[in-house]
């Protein structure tokens, strides 16, 4: 394999489990997002293997733990919408 396929490989098996066809709009898009950016750190780490030393996004490595904590967030987010809706829900009854 070449050394970007290692990388899309390495970025697409350290995201999370791909929401179910049920899943809420909300959880795929951020699977979404999710994907799109492990895709642009591999591709950006692969560019700066050839030279391209400013490319963005950094290091796989740095926005690797940074998509951690976005995730996260996106998660608490989530439950908190939940909560939410679940709360206006028996406030209309």
Same mark, same amino acid.
């Given at each position: 394999? /070449? ?7 390495? @970025? ?10 049920? !899943? /809420? $709009? ?9 994907? /799109? !950016? %492990? !895709?642009?750190? %591999?591709?950006?780490? %692969? ?11 950094? /290091?796989? @490595?740095?926005?690797? #733990?940074?998509?951690?904590?976005? $995730? #996260?967030? !996106? ?7 939940? @909560? ?7 406030? @209309?009854?």
């Amino acid at each position: 394999m /070449s050394e970007v396929d290692d990388l899309l490989t390495r @970025e697409f098996k350290a995201l999370p489990r791909k929401p179910a066809n049920t !899943a /809420s $709009q909300a959880e795929k898009k951020r699977y979404s997002e999710l994907m /799109s !950016a %492990a !895709a642009a750190r %591999a591709l950006g780490e %692969a560019l700066r293997m050839k030279g391209l030393k400013g490319t963005l996004p950094n /290091s796989c @490595e740095d926005s690797r #733990k940074r998509h951690t904590i976005l $995730q #996260k967030t !996106a998660r608490e987010d989530l439950s908190d919408a939940e @909560e939410v809706s679940t709360e206006t829900d028996s406030d @209309e009854e």
